[in-house]
């Protein structure tokens, strides 16, 4: 902008000057001497006035003032220093016009650094704003130049001068052309690396990939400089075992295990540097096979250890990542619990070559979320990211991000509420509805609430706790629909329970205010239980307790239950499941070391190349917390939601929530140990020892028995 923008536009205007009669001799000559100071002086003064503008987060009016005083100062002092190098004649000055150029010049720079700055901090300045930018600011320059030149008078010409050397006016014009273009081909330079970071970005869209979502006191998102949300690539693409399963949904087991990773950060610490050395390891057998020409287990499109794989990767990016938000892995944050999907998009040239299918392959983004306290927040500021409400950066990150805006709008101000809340209950008594119904992929959804209440559709009671004549009134209504258990309640039956009319009050306000928020055919199916469940709470300052009581309607809806609250959502049981067992305080990361050293070991020991010596001392810690076990070879025959191990002995040890095989129950040699009738049989079971209390909900939604499973045989399935 000074040596090219202010400075050759100088010359050039000044060439458009002529003296007197056009001779030659008349004519303005430059000193070498002057002329140099002039092109370093816009080039300083701007580069400190640009600096003190840029410098900050977010360009301040004071700043954007100083910055525009400095650029129109620069544009003064270089013409008229460029004025001194006349050699020829003696200059003077009419005081308006000097006054007048420096209003322009400062006036228009101000105007064009506070829109440009302005628009930049949101980061909405397209090139048109910047075109727009780029005019005002040659009007600036141009402007102020002109209006210096008309107060401008030559006296006391010098005909000794000679013009011997000078350059005339082609060539002047010539040299700054010359400057331009070269200028030009700098910042061209430039944005064929920004289109790097576009292509980039376009291969990033069909990866699976990790990204931080962090959010201040304010609600403010933290991005990069360039409006991006840091994240690193896990895998290209995530391979499933079947083709149901080539997509990581937030039910798949390999999400749910990242799900639990990224509540212990602090046990897959001591591990990164064991998976690392096992990626690098499978890398090197890769290469190997490749240079004999023998396919690999990684280029298979069907590989049998993906999961193991994801597991090691996703683990490794995660430790990556925290490196780049100069984090440790234990404050990296929590996995949001939905994967979101992104498109690259296509161009025509794309589809008339014939990639298309390559350009539309979609890709998957996992999120980590948290709430940054003031002090980390400020920190992260100063290492250069930025903070900015997330509405002024949904469209850039839309667009970089190939999501739709609506969307990922919708998705960030979800990771905003989920980044501050544990999603668990209030202390106290609630009543809930547990409303389940089936999908497609033979999976359950559960409905649940959004925000930072209750998970579940809920009503509290003004109670603490529950006494022995509240159990007595409730148990009445076991099995009843809500307006069953509302009609009773009302009766002369229920208000002969005279000791406890405040809970029997408190129970119909409940009832009503639940079935208000749920649909009529949900309240017509959902039947009253009358055990308490004890579930999981979040403390408070008026409260020290761990567990609340949880009275519940159960139901199991069809395929096409739908529910118009917006504030409610259909959820994947297997993930509430998880998350709910992961906010009970007893179970605690236990079970999951024990899972990550079983696992490590395995992987360990299908490692022709690895050894106990080779495993860090960190990694032995681990291990030692699972007893090692000979891996049996129809372990890798089980299909993926087949989540068991056989052991030795021929037990079966039910790892995670499962749904046992049909087709390998069904074999002669496991159905005469479970029994004729085994196959047909969906299993429901923790990861861990301990139950929580959803799985007691969905045992009622099925009580007294298990549901037992269609055979594949009919065809007709009965909606029973």
Not at 63 to 92: E, K, P
Not at 507 to 532: C, G
Request: include cysteine; charged fraction near 20%.
């Amino acid at each position: 902008m000074g040596g090219v923008g202010i400075w050759c536009m100088h010359y050039i205007g000044n060439r458009a000057i002529v003296l007197g009669d056009g001779a030659m001799q008349t004519q303005i000559i430059y000193s070498m001497k002057f002329t140099g100071v002039s092109f370093v002086l816009p080039v300083i003064v701007l580069l400190i006035a640009f600096y003190c503008i840029g410098a900050s987060e977010k360009a301040s009016y004071f700043r954007i003032l100083a910055g525009g005083i400095l650029t129109g100062g620069a544009v003064c002092g270089m013409h008229y220093i460029g004025q001194l190098g006349i050699s020829n004649y003696t200059c003077t000055y009419r005081v308006a016009n000097v006054v007048g150029a420096a209003i322009i010049a400062v006036f228009a720079s101000t105007v064009a650094l506070t829109v440009f700055f302005r628009w930049r901090a949101t980061w909405t300045d397209s090139w048109w704003r910047r075109g727009i930018c780029g005019c005002v600011l040659a009007l600036a320059v141009s402007g102020m130049h002109w209006t210096a030149a008309v107060g401008t008078y030559y006296y006391n010409h010098d005909e000794t001068m000679q013009h011997n050397g000078q350059l005339s006016r082609s060539q002047v014009v010539i040299i700054c052309a010359v400057l331009a273009c070269a200028a030009c081909g700098v910042l061209t330079a430039c944005a064929v690396a920004a289109g790097g970071n576009r292509r980039r970005l376009n291969i990033q869209a069909r990866q699976l990939v990790l990204t931080c979502a962090y959010f201040d006191q304010s609600g403010r998102i933290m991005v990069t400089p360039h409006a991006l949300l840091p994240s690193r690539k896990i895998v290209d693409r995530y391979i499933g075992k079947t083709f149901n399963d080539d997509d990581l949904t937030r039910s798949h087991p390999a999400f749910l295990w990242a799900f639990r990773a990224s509540r212990h950060w602090n046990l897959v610490k001591d591990v990164v540097p064991f998976m690392r050395s096992r990626i690098e390891t499978d890398k090197e057998a890769t290469e190997h096979y490749l240079a004999k020409g023998e396919p690999s287990d990684q280029e298979t499109e069907l590989q049998s250890d993906f999961d193991e794989l994801f597991k090691r990767h996703f683990c490794v990016t995660a430790q990556d990542l925290a490196d780049e938000v100069r984090q440790p892995l234990p404050s990296l944050g929590k996995l949001y619990d939905d994967v979101l999907i992104t498109t690259a998009p296509t161009s025509r040239f794309s589809r008339a070559m014939g990639y298309s299918r390559l350009s539309n392959s979609k890709g998957q983004m996992l999120f980590t979320v948290r709430h940054l306290e003031k002090q980390e927040a400020n920190r992260l500021a100063a290492a250069g990211f930025r903070f900015t409400p997330i509405e002024n950066v949904t469209s850039a990150l839309s667009n970089r991000m190939h999501i739709p805006l609506p969307v990922l709008g919708g998705h960030l101000k979800g990771m905003r509420d989920y980044a501050t809340s544990g999603r668990n209950y209030e202390a106290g008594v609630h009543l809930v509805s547990f409303v389940m119904r089936p999908t497609i992929s033979d999976h359950f959804e559960v409905l649940t609430a959004k925000g930072t209440g209750n998970p579940l559709p809920s009503s509290t009671l003004p109670i603490k706790r529950m006494q022995i004549q509240h159990l007595d009134l409730i148990s009445h209504m076991e099995g009843w629909t809500i307006s069953t258990c509302l009609t009773w309640l009302k009766s002369e039956a229920a208000q002969a329970h005279r000791d406890i009319d405040d809970f029997r009050e408190h129970m119909i306000h409940a009832m009503t205010e639940l079935a208000s928020a749920l649909p009529p055919d949900i309240n017509m199916a959902s039947k009253f239980s009358a055990r308490p469940l004890i579930a999981p709470c979040r403390t408070s300052p008026d409260s020290d307790a761990s567990n609340c009581i949880l009275l519940s309607f159960c139901a199991v809806g069809n395929l096409d239950t739908q529910v118009s609250n917006p504030d409610f959502t259909f959820m994947p049981l297997r993930l509430f499941r998880t998350q709910q067992q992961l906010n009970d305080t007893n179970i605690g990361g236990e079970g999951f070391a024990k899972e990550l050293g079983r696992e490590l070991y395995y992987s360990n020991a299908r490692s022709s190349s690895a050894t106990e010596s080779d495993v860090p001392p960190s990694v032995r810690s681990v291990l030692k917390l699972w007893p090692r076990k000979h891996t049996d070879s129809t372990r890798r025959d089980l299909s993926q939601e087949t989540l068991t191990e056989l052991s030795q002995l021929g037990d079966i040890m039910v790892r995670k929530e499962v749904k046992v095989d049909v087709a390998k129950l069904s074999e002669p040699a496991l159905e005469s140990s479970l029994g004729r009738h085994a196959s047909h049989a969906t299993v429901v079971a923790g990861d861990m020892a301990t139950s929580t209390y959803v799985d007691e909900l969905y045992n009622l939604c099925y009580s007294p028995g298990v549901r037992l499973r269609p055979d594949t045989a009919i065809s007709h399935v009965s909606n029973g």
